[in-house]
């Protein structure tokens, strides 16, 4: 069984240059288009391994400044206070951007087929 066509638009330009590869290669410019997204995103667990590293990273960095400026920023009345609070806030968020980008399995699209298979009467999607 086939698999449903993905079809997208490209700019002018790249449509030009999607062109001329295809005609160098003799094929067709549908053809340069899906292995050249094919192996983009093969590429994607690599670049989200490295994403969250460089954030694992940045966090480390900024807890152990934290630390080690620990004693001198408690000293510092104020001004020290306000330094730990950002630096508190920063890690926050530096947590809040790990989560959001950890890949989650959704079963969105799979109940929205499922609740549209189990209809008595099937209508076709609105978009």
Known sequence: MREPAIMFRLPGHVRVGLDQVAERFDLSANMIAKLIVTREVT???????????????????????????????????LDGAAIMQELKAIMATLDAIRDASFVRPSSFITDLIRRHDDRSIQRSFHI
């Open 43 to 77: 590429r994607i667990p690599v670049m989200l391994e490295e994403h969250d590293r460089q954030l694992a990273n940045m966090h480390q960095f900024l807890r152990e400044l934290a630390l080690r400026n620990e004693d001198f920023l408690e000293e510092s009345s």
